[in-house]
């Protein structure tokens, strides 16, 4: 059985002002043909696909078109989108016929000309393989969900987990589906509704957070044997495109009267098992719908309050959650608001630790070399409308290369290159400045610079949430930060051009939900 294996991987700020370069996703690993499966393959979601088709049978041959996996950031410049497509339309046609297709996406990914990839390669692939073959996919649990992704795609299976812990157990769901259809030969069916909203990225915890048993439900249905997928998507916020918003989704195996063959994206209420899965999905959405204001009850406190608790704290270290300049949600992770804050300060017994992506930062460290002064501005240079630079005198500790493997939050065994990164010690103050972004949630970061962030009294995690599964486990306190940034959850500060209007929580909106929706979804 002859099985595509390709990646599409990036969630994309549209506020950040800053595109995505081919330069971009050369640094993070371009791979074609066989280097896809040899050189990847033990990474999230393809780890969890391919190692579940081996399990399944053993005449898997896996035939690797193109992976393409970048750092969250802007969008794609024109340029690099149309190569990337080139490069796939080439391997499309240098494998020839396949039996099933898996692609493994983010979801939120627009480009500077197009503003759903995910959907465009998805129809891409379609087109080329035709209506019967398998296509399945892996999304993460903040894809934004497009009519066209679903009209495209027999079978999505996104995260049920945030801080996104169960990406090669994504992968393997996609595999049991592409087994349900292959063995069963069934015919996927996907129910799918839109919500007109979006909702602050510090409550997506599935874990402690409010949407935490919307997902228990969701695993509850895949147990099911003929639920193929469940899916609740709460959608990338930052993302200023067409169709924003949560989307619910069902794939359950085409049996009953009235189901569509592949790649049906339809809601049908013929049949008795159809209508209860109508239901289902109509049932989570009307409890997403009831919880969005409490997704946006979240307390965020500014520099001044967020040292003034931490020099309070009993318990150390005091984490803070920096979410409007997450890396990790594609801000750029040169914000000084907070740095400006700790160096104000005359003491912070033990210190404070955060980190600055500014290349041109780390140029001056080199120069003055390990144990040189520093004296120079930092930071706010990529956005420099939400943020500027601060002047730091200080000593420059430690000069090397940022690499690490990241384990834990959004994927397993990725390889992490941060170009050279350069501690500075101002004070009490300890800045990491990098040359590109990466990881802001990981004390893996501190560590590949030979900093422990557990021995500060304060250390920044440039990220809204998903920072919480690996600082949990020593942190003394955690705290979330208000600052401006092109992640903010202050969505008035946002220049929303592209959206479907009237959208929650920035227009106000009654809606009765009620009955079937038609595949179009809620609008």
Known sequence: MRIAVAQLWQETNTFNRNPTTWDDFDRWGIARGDAVVEEYGATGELSGFLGACRDWRDDCEFVGLARFACWPWGRVDRGTWARIRQVFDEQLEAVGAVDAVFLAL???????????????????????????IPVVGSLDLHANITKRMIAAADVLCGYHTCPHLDSVETGARAAAALRSMVDGAVRPVTQWRKLP??????????????????????????????????????????????????????????????????????????????????????????????????????QRLSPREIVDRALAAERTPVVVGDGADATNSGAPGDST????????????????????VDPAAVARARAAGVGGGFDGPVGGTFAPEFS??????????RIGPIEFILHGHISRNLPVKMGIGAVVQSGDVTVLLVETTGPGSTPLL??????????FRIVVAKSPAGFRADYEPFAGEILLADCPGCATPDWQRLDFQHIDRPLWPLDEIYIRFSGTVSKGGVR
């Open 446 to 455: 501190y560590e590949a610079a030979g900093v422990d962030p557990r021995r």
């Open 197 to 298: 909203m979006i909702t602050a990225a510090e409550s997506h915890n599935t874990f402690t957070g409010p949407p935490a048993p919307l997902y228990r439900r969701l695993q509850e249905l895949e147990r099911e044997p003929q639920v193929l997928s469940a899916g609740l998507y709460m959608a990338m916020p930052w993302f200023d495109a067409p169709e924003l918003g949560w989307a619910v989704t069902l794939t359950t195996t085409g049996d009953a009267p009235g189901a569509d063959a592949f790649g049906s994206s339809g809601a049908h209420d013929s049949g008795s098992v159809v209508s209860r899965w109508s239901r289902e999905v109509n049932s989570l959405r009307g409890r997403c719908w009831a919880w969005r204001h409490a997704m946006e009850d979240v």
């Open 106 to 132: 983010h979801g939120a990914m627009a480009a500077e000309d197009e503003h759903d990839l995910t959907g465009a390669l998805l129809a891409r692939v379609r087109k080329r393989v035709g209506p019967h």
């Open 388 to 397: 500027q630079p601060v002047h730091i005198r200080g000593t420059v500790e």
């Open 337 to 356: 608001h907070l740095l400006r804050e700790f160096l104000s300060r005359p003491s912070i017994p033990n210190g404070a630790l955060t980190f600055v």
